[in-house]
T-cell receptor, first 113, second 109 residues
Framework: DVKVTQSSRYLVKRTGEKVFLECVQDMDHENMFWYRQDPGLGLRLIYFSYDVKMKEKGDIPEGYSVSREKKERFSLILESASTNQTSMYLC????????????FGAGTRLSVL | GQNIDQPTEMTATEGAIVQINCTYQTSGFNGLFWYQQHAGEAPTFLSYNVLDGLEEKGRFSSFLSRSKGYSYLLLKELQMKDSASYLCAVRDGNYQLIWGAGTKLIIKP
């Protein structure tokens, strides 16, 4: 069974804090993605990575950065959390490109107070 | 711009049939996906259409009309466990996924 694991299901942080969201996949997939999911909106791509140390901006990269030091791990970093970053964050992986079947983690619900 | 429309919420009865529609306007088209997402869980892949017509997979079927920019997901013999959100996603001309906001399906006994 394929597995994408996000380290936290719920996080509460304060404005201005640096926040790390971690994601690990055990499928040896080349591609990994970070999305945010907000009510009434489709999934929005923040960043994706197609290889170790490689990254591409998605549709809404402002205020975020990412790190991929190992193939199985993709981290999303909020350098200085703001209240408008309160959201559900979903990590996904895919054996091919961003336009193919993706395997998702269960999500991290982040609240920034 | 690119746009995908789905109804926000639908209600159906256990044992019945429900059709969830998805219309899209995108820059190019290279396939359409349906995902299921139970509350608090990961979205999981259900179906993929790239050619016109109906793809059947057990109780679930997905239909595509490229000329109309339209797809639907058909769920038969509804079960309570089918209560979930159903996400439509289109692979555009640049092979990027554009996601709809999802349809929350509520099944009543």
């Amino acid at each position: 069974d394929v597995k994408v694991t996000q380290s936290s299901r719920y996080l509460v942080k304060r404005t201005g804090e640096k926040v790390f969201l971690e994601c690990v996949q055990d499928m040896d997939h080349e591609n990994m993605f970070w999305y945010r999911q907000d009510p009434g909106l489709g999934l929005r791509l923040i960043y994706f990575s197609y290889d170790v140390k490689m990254k591409e901006k998605g549709d809404i990269p402002e205020g975020y950065s990412v790190s991929r030091e190992k193939k199985e791990r993709f981290s999303l970093i909020l350098e200085s959390a703001s209240t408008n970053q309160t959201s559900m964050y979903l990590c996904a992986s895919s054996p091919t490109g961003p336009g193919d079947i993706q395997y998702f983690g269960a999500g991290t619900r982040l609240s920034v107070l | 711009g690119q746009n995908i429309d789905q109804p926000t919420e639908m209600t159906a009865t256990e044992g019945a049939i429900v059709q969830i529609n998805c219309t899209y306007q995108t820059s190019g088209f290279n396939g359409l996906f349906w995902y299921q997402q139970h509350a608090g869980e990961a979205p999981t892949f259900l179906s993929y259409n790239v050619l016109d017509g109906l793809e059947e997979k057990g109780r679930f079927s997905s239909f595509l009309s490229r000329s109309k920019g339209y797809s639907y997901l058909l769920l038969k013999e509804l079960q309570m466990k089918d209560s979930a959100s159903y996400l439509c996603a289109v692979r555009d001309g640049n092979y990027q996924l554009i996601w709809g906001a999802g349809t929350k399906l509520i099944i009543k006994p």
